[in-house]
Structure formats: structure tokens, C-alpha cells
């Protein structure tokens, strides 16, 4: 996807439908800047908002991505090419994605595991307080330990699932 021929062609469309860059951008929920940056070239829109914007400006996704008119004769050739140059391009791989937003959510929730740290230690503390024998204490620790992990990392991949994969979107049925 060439970004500039593709920036150009939203620039277009949206001149065509008689719409300033501030008219776009309220309706697609971005900033002025942000259209800007698409016409110019420098950025495009993300993947999720395509549709939307394509709706807009009274095109199909494959214009989109090649930055022109098509005509029905090629669209086969043409959306083809576009799905091609699209895997080929493909900026994440599925496993980078994963990697990616395994970390984000780690950064995101970092806080959280610390406060469950914290409340793992104070619970520690207030059976040895009580006067409680150790192996209370270590199997009450461990079970607390576990059910921690165990729900810190299914908030983990479920994070990771609706993100990486795209799914139980608010937007889309399940």
C-alpha cells in the first residue's frame, strides 16, 4: 500500500463529498491532525477504522488500499494484489502481537500485581501474628499464590485474546 497515493485519494474523496479535514475527522472520531497526517501521507488510518471511513467517503476497502478508482473489470486482479501486498507487508506477526501485547498488558497492570504481592505478604504476616503453625501458614500462602497467578494470568491472556486476535469485540457479535 503505497501511504502517499492512498493519502491522496482519501484527500480526494472527501473534497468530492464536499467535507473539510475537521468535517472527517468529527465523524471518524479522530483528530483534525490525524486526517491531515493520512492525506499527507504519513500515517493511515488503523485497520479497525477503514470501514468506517471507507463508508464515508463512498468507497470500497480495496480502493482504499490502492489508492484509486477501480473498475469492476479489474477488481478481482485488484483486490487480490491488495490482500498480497497486505500479508506481505503485514507489520505484526501473530506472535509479535502476542509478545506486544503481553508486555502492554503487564506495563498496564503492573500495579495490580503489585498490590496482590502486597496483600499475599500482609496475609503472610497476620497467620504468623496469629500464631499460626508454619504449615498452615506456607499451605494458606501457596493456595494464595496460586489463585493469584491463576487469575492474574487468565486476565492476562483474555487481555491478549481481545486484543491480538481481535476477538469479543464490543463492536462485533461473538
Known amino acids: 500500500m503505497d501511504q502517499v497515493k492512498t ?4 484527500a480526494e ?9 475537521a468535517m472527517l475527522a468529527e465523524q471518524m472520531h479522530v483528530s483534525k491532525n490525524a486526517v491531515s497526517k493520512w492525506e499527507r501521507g504519513m500515517n493511515l488510518p488503523e485497520v ?3 470501514p468506517q471511513l471507507c463508508q464515508i467517503l463512498g468507497i ?4 482504499l488500499f490502492a489508492g484509486e478508482d477501480i473498475k469492476e473489470e479489474v477488481l478481482p486482479f485488484t483486490a487480490d494484489q491488495n490482500l498480497l501486498e497486505a500479508l506481505q507487508n503485514s507489520s505484526f506477526s501473530l506472535q509479535e502481537r502476542i509478545a506486544y501485547f503481553k508486555r ?6 503492573l500495579f495490580d500485581c503489585i498490590i496482590s504481592v502486597i496483600g499475599w505478604c500482609v496475609l503472610m ?3 504468623y ?3 499460626k503453625d508454619m504449615e498452615m501458614i506456607l499451605t494458606v500462602g501457596a493456595l494464595a499464590a496460586l489463585i493469584m497467578t491463576v487469575v492474574m494470568y487468565n486476565r492476562m491472556r483474555a487481555y491478549i485474546e481481545s486484543n491480538a486476535f481481535g476477538r469479543w469485540n464490543e463492536k462485533t457479535p461473538r
Open 125 to 127: 504476616v497476620v497467620l
Open 13 to 21: 474523496k472527501r473534497k468530492q463529498k464536499n467535507m473539510t479535514q
Open 104 to 109: 502492554k498488558w503487564r506495563k498496564e497492570h
Open 60 to 63: 470500497t476497502l480495496n480502493e
Open 48 to 50: 479497525s477504522s477503514m
Open 7 to 10: 493519502g491522496l485519494y482519501i
Open 129 to 131: 501474628i496469629r500464631n
